[in-house]
Structures are given as structure tokens and as C-alpha cells.
């Protein structure tokens, strides 16, 4: 049972254009979200986390979308740079349960052409 | 503030031998977590551990996979017996105790089993 779903494997964007990944879970428990990126061979790196409270936040070239009716998350990057190229996993926690774990999607391979 | 701390980052193992994965967490960051990445998949939660106790151990497999978090040094992630089943990616991540922080994680332990 996949909890969190990226259904993109894959997207290509075009340098300074907006990259825009998306997100659906299932679990209405879950109340904060993330997005990781993930280089190959290196751990997953923290971008940028949202809670239910809230329906979106931004942080420098990142935003995040929380639509909660329809279990949706987005990542928005804008302008895209080459170096945006790699994994971006989101991922999903009942934070408020004190449920510490999280729950990871399949991933999206972002590639920005320059 | 050195990050999260992973030995070896390449572990070979035979069928049947133990495989064990070591965990340094981020200094001040009393939580710890193991996840695994198999090929073409997500990270999959394992377990988290605080000092000297585990939290939730659900997502770990019940026979041969074991973890402890003890009062001095790292955290182990042991497998014992290995299988070619048990080859992947093992990331450790760790954060600091408030529910809303994000994890952080290591550059993670691939383990191959001939």
C-alpha cells in the first residue's frame, strides 16, 4: 500500500524555467510533509517542509503547495538551474501522533537542460 | 557541525555472513533512524531509536535485522545471515527532539551480497 505517491518518474525542464513536482498521498493522518533531493551516491538532502496548518511556503527559488482536500502537495522551482538536476523525493509524517517516522514517494528524476 | 556519519559506504558481504552498519548522529540530535533503499524504489522506513531504546521497530524485518542506539557510541544496524534480497542502499538520519524538525540524513551504507 503506497501511502505516498509520485507518479512522474521522470521530468525535464528547461534552464530558468519553473520545474514543478508533484505529490498525492492517501493517509489523512499525515500533517507534515517534506522534499528531499537526493544526488546519486549521497544521502537524501532536506528543501523544504510544510505542516497542515499552512498551504504553502517558500523559501528562496522553492514553494510549496499544500492542498489538503485533494491529499496534493506540489514543489515549484523558479528559475530551474542545471544544478537542480536530481532525485526529488516527498515525503509524509503523522507528526502530531508522535509518529517520528516518514513515509517516502517513489521519487521524480528532475533533469534541467541548459 | 559535522553532518550524520555512516561506516563503511561500501559493504560487500556473502550469503549467510553479518552485515553491520554503523551511525554517527548529528552532534545535539538525540533521534536516530534507519531507512533502505532498494533499486528503483523510495527509502522505506526501519526503525527509530532514541539512547538505549527502540521507538518503533515496525518497518524492520523480523527475523535477522536487529538496531541499537546504546548510552555511548553509534548507532548499529545489524543483519544477520545475509541474503542477495537484503542488497541496497541503508540510510541513517537522525534530528533533534522536536517533532517538527527534519531529518537529517547520512551518505548512507550500500550493502551488496554475493
Known amino acids: 500500500d503506497q501511502q505516498v505517491k509520485q507518479n512522474s518518474p521522470s521530468l525535464s525542464v528547461q534552464e530558468g524555467r519553473i520545474s514543478i513536482l508533484n505529490c498525492d498521498y492517501t493517509n489523512s493522518m499525515f500533517d507534515y510533509f517534506l522534499w528531499y533531493k537526493k544526488y546519486p551516491a549521497e544521502g537524501p538532502t532536506f528543501l523544504i517542509s510544510i505542516s497542515s496548518i499552512k498551504d504553502k511556503n517558500e523559501d528562496g527559488r522553492f514553494t510549496v503547495f499544500l492542498n489538503k482536500s485533494a491529499k496534493h502537495l506540489s514543489l515549484h522551482i523558479v528559475p530551474s538551474q542545471p544544478g537542480d538536476s536530481a532525485v526529488y523525493f516527498c515525503?509524509?509524517?503523522?507528526?502530531?501522533?508522535?509518529?517520528?517516522?516518514?513515509?517516502f514517494g517513489t521519487g521524480t528524476r528532475l533533469k534541467v537542460l541548459a | 557541525n559535522a553532518g550524520v556519519m555512516q561506516n563503511p559506504r561500501h559493504l560487500v558481504r556473502r550469503r549467510g555472513q553479518e552485515a553491520r552498519l554503523r551511525c554517527s548522529p548529528m552532534k545535539g540530535h538525540s533521534h536516530v533512524y534507519w531507512y533502505r533503499q532498494l533499486p528503483e524504489e523510495g527509502l522505506k522506513f526501519m526503525v527509530y531509536?532514541?539512547?538505549?531504546?527502540?521507538?518503533?521497530e515496525s518497518g524492520m524485518p523480523k527475523e535477522r535485522f536487529s538496531a541499537e542506539f546504546p548510552k555511548e557510541g553509534p548507532s548499529i544496524l545489524r543483519i544477520q545471515q545475509v541474503v542477495r534480497g537484503d542488497s541496497a542502499a541503508y540510510f541513517c538520519a537522525s534530528s533533534p527532539q522536536s517533532i517538527y524538525n527534519e531529518q537529517f540524513f547520512g551518505p548512507g551504507t550500500r550493502l551488496t551480497v554475493l
Open positions: 531509536l532514541q539512547k538505549e531504546n527502540i521507538i518503533d
Open positions: 515525503a509524509a509524517s503523522e507528526a502530531t501522533s508522535g509518529t517520528y517516522k516518514y513515509i
